[in-house]
């Protein structure tokens, strides 16, 4: 849903001094009769936005079942729980993100090591390229976390993902998480 909003009394020529008006469409307009700086175009103040900008995914691991073949081929972190898909572009079946627009993403992960005397590296990976990295190799604790977020500018079609990058998640990776959304497109 798509709200309108249009400032000042219909007809009446006063600017800013009543409520907005709320109208539903597929398609946000704004109108500003005091138009900012902005790109060439933009003379009239106007601004439009897509009502389908919604992009979000959070996925847990809710199983402590060893990695599977698959991902101890490609060392990608697998997640059997998604807990939000805003515009299904999280796919739990590989656990890869697709951004479905150029944009500022922000992503964060949190991936559990237990009973594991290993010490991890685990890192986003945008199209094969490791972009942030975390580590968690204190032996002398049952469970810890490899923790990190960031913000990474991705292309349409880019690929994002977890992947194991040093040691081994035997013993499991319950509750861990890998969340992500659309900050701004560019």
Not at 51 to 70: I, K
Not at 118 to 138: C, E, H, K, R, Y
Request: hydrophobic share 40%; charged share 15%; with cysteine.
């Amino acid at each position: 849903v798509i709200v309108l909003l249009l400032w000042g009394t219909l007809g009446s020529g006063e600017q800013n001094d009543t409520e907005p008006i709320i109208l539903e469409g597929k398609c946000l307009v704004v109108c500003d009769s005091t138009p900012s700086s902005e790109p060439a175009g933009n003379a009239l103040g106007m601004s439009v936005r897509s009502g389908s900008g919604r992009v979000a995914f959070s996925a847990s691991r809710q199983t402590n079942h060893e990695p599977t073949d698959m991902s101890n081929r490609t060392m990608i972190i697998y997640f059997d729980n998604i807990l939000v898909n805003v515009g299904t572009h999280f796919d739990q079946e590989s656990s890869i993100f697709l951004a479905p627009r150029r944009g500022v993403y922000s992503f964060n992960f949190h991936v559990v090591k237990a009973y594991n005397r290993q010490t991890i590296q685990v890192s986003l990976m945008v199209n094969g390229w490791p972009m942030i990295s975390a580590f968690a190799g204190d032996q002398d604790v049952t469970r810890e976390a490899a923790t990190n977020a960031g913000l990474v500018i991705m292309e349409k079609g880019d690929k994002a993902y977890l992947r194991l990058e040093r040691g081994n998640l035997m013993g499991g990776w319950k509750y861990s998480t890998f969340s992500g959304f659309l900050v701004f497109p560019l």
